[in-house]
């Protein structure tokens, strides 16, 4: 089975900040080698596939779509690559007592778990789903114990320390007292089974120190080459690659069942190094040596996620869903709505083709995240503004979150996390990571009508939201009037930022602007722009049209800019509407 889509959690780092504030878990020059080397390889990752997106690139085949995931370091000194049953890891023999090794798979073969018995002195324990649980075996140092990494009924009788519930290996090393740590694990999981483990993987303690597992392409995608192969399966080394693991050994092969790589990876970053960079904003600090813990994350009652795409672009737009899905907050539910045939300035002006049908890559996503995406052809264009309107249609309790995002950008880990965060906290607020300012603004000189801004800092903004980075809104913030876009000029219709944030205006919905720009090497304390990628724009970009500004000044004009509260009321009242919140 494909692997694909893990946990998206590329950090694009500064080689001089990596080598200076990461923890390395070697010292000297290897230590510092393995570092430089991991940080040019999670640096690089997406631009050695992204021709993978390219339709007119050629296809990798076969054993050579794992051309973009070689070993990236060799072992320690004194510690060569050794082969243990089918595995290779660095030589496990120098493991000092007391050590602990790992082999999780199905009940069969033990053929590693007796390499590891004879060739170390360390405790091996199998983690089988399904299997008996057994204090002893043969061996003293090997045990035996029922351990699920996916959902799997429960027989009844698990009496064994992991139990047979789905868990994590955290939770299992807990259980069984394995507090130092797990120093190799062999895993022999594979498709399915394979992704749930390696996607619950977490910075911490419980990280093993090396990692040999199998990957897989099915004979169909590796005979015929695929576009999405290396792209998806660059999600799974990216997701080890920001653990802090970097690859020793690649054993490739070609089989009439498909291609596989046989992989080892070992730890050569400390998780203290990077797990802080993508946690949630701070809201309330325990004081200071009392061990109290911090308030919990604020969480909405139910947070969605919403984009748009058309024709000519969502060929492109899985690698957004993936960086969403596999983010730090996974929404209750992400729309992606693609009208068939679009038409953004004039009839004539399509550069693309419609389409008949949703197409192939954008099909399987419901599937694949068990039915949180949701894949729409909307009951109308709404142009831009599609991105949120049909969502509008579909989410009614006024309590949902829904953040939007832009179809050709990749977010980081903690993008949907941070919008979400800060939204709870700020209740009444829209919130943005940039705004454009409208008003007249009494300190410029001469002050002028339309005068706009970018504003980056945080703190309020009269305005309308910048949505490339995403945007928060409470189902609350919108009435009917903001489907209602043909009493407007087309240039409403154009510009869904604008419209957005004249809705906003008529209800008295205020826009918080979070800090935008946190330096990278300082994320913890600052939130860093959350956009990793922003694919080059094509014609059918409304930023990219020579009419842009113009059409944008158009729907300006017709708010008044959003600075006449005398011209709101009027609206609302001629609808019989009201604000959200008294002006």
Known sequence: MLLVLLLLLSQHVHAQWQECSSQGAFIGIYGSQALANLTAFRSNLLSCIWQSYDPAASYAQGAKQFD??????????????????????????????????????LAGSQEFEQAALENTQCWVH???????DSSSSHERRHKQHTACFHDAPSSGNSTGAAGNEAATLG?????LGHLRGVDAAHISLQGEQLLQFLVQLKHGWALPRQLSLVLQLPAEVASSGSREGPAEMALVFQHLAALGYAATSSKVTDAAAGSSAALSFLLVEHSAARAGRAR??????????TGAPADPP???????????????RVEFVNPTIYSIMHGLRKPDALYLWVPLNVSRFEPGDKEVNGLKELPDNVRGLPGHFHGAVKVKVPPADYGPATKLLPTLLEEKDPDTVIITVDDDCMYRPEAVLHLEQEILARPGHAVVRSCEVTHWDPAKAPPKKGWREAKLNAGECRGFPASLAGAAYRREFFDDLVFDQARAPKGCLLHDDVWFGAHLWLRNVPIWVLPGFGVESDCDDNMCWPVLYHRPKNRMSISSHPDADSRAQECLDFFKHMDDDELRKKMLADKGLKPLRPF
């Open 68 to 105: 973009p995931f070689p070993a990236i370091i060799s072992c320690p000194p004194h510690r060569p690559v050794k082969q243990y049953g089918s595995s290779s890891f660095c030589d496990l023999s120098k493991l000092q007592k007391p050590c602990t090794i790992y082999s999780i798979g």
């Open 298 to 312: 604020l969480r909405a009652k139910r947070l969605v996620v919403s984009l748009s795409s058309f024709p000519g």
């Open 126 to 132: 199998s983690l089988q789903c399904g299997a008996a």
């Open 280 to 289: 949630a904003p701070r809201r309330s600090a325990a004081p200071a040596g």
């Open 171 to 175: 939770l299992i090393a807990h259980r």
